[in-house]
């Protein structure tokens, strides 16, 4: 499989990601890391840079904010 081909898999599969060890699954990976890991392994798993991981992170909370405030 090439890298096109893990990024499409990891974008289009809800529990895909690019860890061998848990047989690239990301329910696996989660049960196994269930205190967190570092945005550097986020980044991994997930095949992009490490600014784009703290870049959805930051979304999302601005997100959630914004949920938050309408309830």
Same mark, same amino acid.
């Given at each position: 499989m090439d890298k096109a *081909?893990?990024?499409k898999r990891i974008r289009e599969e809800d529990d895909y990601v690019r860890c061998p060890k848990c047989s690239?699954?990301?329910?696996k990976f989660l049960?196994?890391?269930s205190d967190g890991?570092? *945005?550097?392994v986020i980044?991994?798993?997930l095949m992009?840079?490490?600014e784009k991981v703290k870049e959805l992170?930051?979304?999302?909370?601005k997100r959630l904010r914004r949920e938050m405030r309408e309830e």
């Open positions: *081909d893990i990024v690239n699954s990301l329910t049960i196994k890391n890991v570092e *945005d550097q980044a991994r798993l992009v840079p490490e992170y930051e979304e999302a909370v």
